[in-house]
């Protein structure tokens, strides 16, 4: 796939975006707080960007709502607008370049305080009264910097850099450090300039965030399909993998590392840096991915009761993982909290900042596994809810990832209308558009409260009857058609299927009842809940009517409902920055009370419930 | 080469001997006190041992010497028997088993204190309670055997082991420690056996001791040539090689850790343990060797001001340098005092205890390097004399090493008379043999102060005149004959040659020149020095009477010399039994002054005066 640079003014940040992205999408990936009134559906004409470079041919809706003149300037709709070349946008001044997450964090917690320090100093020059070594004599140096000459330490990969390095830059020296260690040694003063990138892990995705270390500046973004799913496509087929193929953990270890070395190189190649620049990355991923990552068996995960190998914090040498930044470079691995109850998680809690809240918060992370979590300052429960990959599209008929091709909204007007990702003929759904689909089969009455479909003869709901069209049979069964052969891009229709409902309905349950059970361990009643925050790509994407619709949240909190991007991937980012926050996420990870739902009592039944709809 | 078994009774000490070597020699080698009032010669026939198994003929002095019905018995002279085949041999029961200088330490510092600690322990079992990982179920466990649990780390590597280890070993598992550091892990109580081994790394050999880490007993001793001797003689002719080939640095590295590899694989043979029993090494070496075995470049050594790259001891993971042993396994690097004075002086410091001694003592420790130490409790002065390889038998016309062959002690009789290693025809001189031939011509006056041979007819030493048949022309210039062509094992004359005696001039002249500047920095005469301690293998060899006759020690001093055996590999050994001793010898590595003789005013004209001999 191309990706195209966007150049976004006054706040000159440059964002990578994937060909084809809207530049609403690429604002909502970067994590960008930007105002769609409509939805982003092109009808409210309120998105106004400014396109100084690069702009290209109006679409009808622009047409429609953008005078000729301010078009011919190159005003343009964000949620209309098509990435296909190198763009300059001009955003309104009053644009907020972060996330709502950050902009909500206390100050301080930003500053930057990376792990490593890189100190330049000039190293005397051996002499004939000492006869000081290079390395005592580089001591010296970094005492008067205040380090404690007791406590420096070194290794013999710098010890052996030392002679030819010291007399080649004449003894102008720049230590990487990190604590009382020398992790490397550069020639002159390299002090200005360190990198890091943070990474997210996900089951299915890796994001990387190529970081500057003393600005916190974000320099580009990358991304992958995670090639463990080659594999395996969740947790637990990796598992099994494990379990069954000669040296089947080292494979998966392998082809993960493989991975971010890609984004490493891609990064640094798209940012015009070196890999040797960067020192640091960081580490958020679920349980498996963590362990898979480290290439530790993640088996004992998967079975009562479902402990991991390690749940700390973790500096390793970047060399030892074969990670291909800077030979002093180290990883920074953040703290699990249980097996099913990951560093993700950590991740997603250091930047919701769940921990300093003094409101309750519920924070949910939807992807394979829905990691939730409920709680403020003080107690904060989590817990892993087992949705499935139906939210991804996986396991649906018509189902697919959210990539160019995906209907990803659905809207019940005088007919059934649909957006579809790069705006070509679709070629399936997504979880977003499930939901909306699904949302509005439960509000008009045309599937029950065990999610059955009504025989058309019987609808109650005269709006219902508008869809007959859609309403078809599937190999004997109810279904509801969004597009018909004819009009797609592979010539099938693309339909939701009585099975379909059946996948969301244990998606939806899965994570209802964690809910559920979360508000019940600690004694919370919506009323009491002042925000949900939802993390995570789809979470990012979805309807949060149709999530309450569908009663994966429940309905009270509709207008509660955040949406809050990439937050494993922000509390990456700051557990790289900030030696501060990494060390915050070992107290989180350390106070967060773990509740194992599969122990629950009466769970079975909590989740039964929580599969049905509400129907009014 | 091979080599037999040579077990000793009543103390049941396994001994390594090289083929043809004698008893005395094996026993010499192995630092074992054995007394041979008229030094090794085969006349007084006081060294009388009892060979209950594998004895064989009796040479001509053993038949001479020892009754016929004790020689039936098995009875022989140590310093007559060689070795050629495994042997059993009986001592007097009052022979003491241990080097003078473990006799003269205080007891206490003999006490074993390992660097790594075996802890047992019982894991707990997975709970669904507490879904406590298995890294934090260990530290509990440890937290109960008296560790800080905060202060516990662990490694991927350990980490990788957890999972599958723990659940195959039932829980129960012995924990390798190395202070807060899980170094190792194994699976049942293997807290009993734990194994260490001690080398000495000359520029020439490589001795190798395989240590019980909890009993402190020597179960075999290995040695090998420098595999590094292939590449260069000696320390220059190595440097040069690192400075011109290339990847220089990186052969000669991989050259020691191979032979390395391969005597701890020959040690644990020869005492039927496994390689993964052995947890630690310690390294004593000069600073050449020690750089070059840590992949250390150590040209600055070599070129004013004669830094090092390092001097303070390390430790390191014997994984990182590639020593094959346990995995869990750490090197323990001896420090160095200077570039020329190497961790090889700091472990005979270590062994001697000058640093505790209220006495003032003289340690030389005579390679091609001498390394020289003067002093006491409070202050030690120590300096690298460049001797040359003179002392080792090259360099010299007919010199050799003092192996089989090699005539090794020379002795001025009615006619002269000398000692061959291993009994066999002559095939050259070692070090020894030239001290004592050149010895005896200077006390009869056969050279004169300056070294040059005096012509027959001028000789006024009657004595002298005993040895026409040996006083020869060899190209022009006077010469010694020892041994004619006729009796030599290669058909060639075995001469000392006017050429030899510049050579030993220089080498003893440089000994000799550092051991005044010593004596001048510290302010001491020769009454003050109590001790003086000869260590090294030629040290051992030497007949202190011709060392004094040539200069090379002062002739005052002849009383109180002690040959002290291979006092750096008992430093080493010292080192790898004891936290304490390591760091003791970080104290001695600090404390020592160290006297660069080259910048020492007047240098040259000592150095000169010191090549002159004596003559009464």
């Not at 004449?170 to 009382?180: H, L, P």
């Not at 798209?270 to 991923?285: E, L, N």
């Not at 139906?390 to 008929?397: D, K, L, M, R, T």
């Not at 107290?587 to 739902?597: G, K, M, Q, R």
Request: with cysteine; aromatic share 6%.
């Amino acid at each position: 796939m191309n990706y195209y640079k966007l150049l976004l003014k006054p706040q000159d940040v440059l964002v990578d975006v994937a060909e084809g992205r809207t530049l609403k999408e690429a604002m909502n990936d970067a994590g960008l707080v930007f105002d769609f009134p409509c939805g982003g559906r092109g009808t409210c004409g309120k998105c106004r960007v400014k396109i100084s470079k690069g702009v290209g041919t109006p679409v009808a809706k622009e047409q429609e709502l953008i005078p000729s003149k301010e078009l011919d300037a190159g005003v343009r709709l964000a949620c209309m607008t098509a990435v296909y070349n190198d763009l300059t946008v001009e955003l309104p001044d009053q644009t907020k370049l972060q996330h709502h997450i950050l902009i909500d964090s206390e100050k301080k917690d930003m500053q930057v305080d990376p792990h490593l320090k890189k100190v330049f100093v000039e190293v005397d020059k051996p002499s004939r009264e000492t006869h000081s070594s290079d390395w005592r004599r580089l001591k010296k140096s970094l005492v008067k910097q205040g380090y404690m000459g007791s406590e420096l330490e070194s290794s013999v990969a710098i010890l052996r850099q030392m002679p030819d390095l010291f007399r080649a830059a004449n003894y102008r020296i720049t230590a990487v450090m990190f604590e009382n260690v020398v992790a490397g040694l550069e020639a002159q003063d390299t002090s200005k300039s360190m990198l890091g990138m943070a990474f997210d892990i996900g089951t299915t995705t890796i994001v990387g965030y190529l970081l500057d270390l003393y600005s916190g500046a974000e320099l580009c973004v990358v991304s992958t399909l995670n090639p463990q799913t080659s594999f395996g496509a969740d947790v637990i087929s990796r598992l099994t993998f494990v379990g069954h193929e000669e040296k089947g953990l080292m494979k998966l270890q392998a082809a993960v590392v493989e991975a971010i070395n890609k984004l490493i190189a891609e990064a640094a190649e798209r940012a015009a840096v070196t890999r040797s620049q960067i020192y640091g990355i960081s580490i958020a991923a679920n349980t498996c991915m963590h362990h898979l990552f480290l290439g530790i068996n993640p088996q004992s995960i998967a079975v009562a009761p479902y402990v991991p190998a390690v749940s700390e914090p973790l500096v390793v040498d970047a060399l030892e993982l074969k990670i291909d930044i800077n030979q002093a470079g180290k990883v920074f691995v953040l703290p699990n909290i249980a097996g099913f109850v990951g560093a993700d998680t950590v991740a997603v809690l250091l930047a919701t900042e769940l921990d300093r809240s003094e409101d309750v918060k519920l924070v949910i992370d939807i992807g394979t596994n829905g990691e939730i979590a409920l709680g403020s300052r003080g107690k904060i429960v989590a817990c892993s809810a087992a949705a499935g990959p139906a939210f991804e599209g996986a396991q649906i008929s018509s189902g697919m990832r959210g990539a160019v091709g995906a209907i990803d909204h659905v809207y019940y007007r005088d007919k059934l209308e649909y957006t579809v990702i790069g705006g070509g003929k679709p070629l399936g759904i997504c979880g977003s558009a499930l939901l909306d689909t699904v949302a509005g089969l439960v509000e008009l009455g045309i599937i029950n409260k065990r999610g059955k479909f009504i025989a058309y003869e019987q609808l109650n709901d005269q709006a219902a009857k508008k869809y007959k069209e859609n309403l078809i049979q599937h190999e004997g069964q109810g279904a509801f058609l969004l597009a018909d052969a004819g009009i797609t891009g592979h010539g099938r229709p693309i339909m939701i299927t009585q099975k379909d409902i059946r996948e969301l309905q244990m998606a939806k349950g899965a994570i209802a009842a964690g809910i559920r059970i979360l508000m019940k361990t600690c004694g919370v009643e919506t009323e009491d809940i002042k925000e949900v925050l939802l993390a995570g790509a789809f979470g990012n994407y979805l309807n949060p009517h149709s999530a309450c619709a569908i009663g994966l949240i429940p309905e009270d909190l509709e207008s509660k409902i955040q949406m809050i991007g990439n937050a494993a991937g922000t509390g990456a980012k700051l557990a790289l920055l900030s030696l501060s926050q990494f060390r915050r996420a070992a107290d989180i990870a350390e106070t967060v009370d773990f509740v194992e739902l599969g122990s629950y009592p009466k769970f079975n039944s909590i989740f039964g419930e929580c599969t049905y709809f509400t129907v009014k």
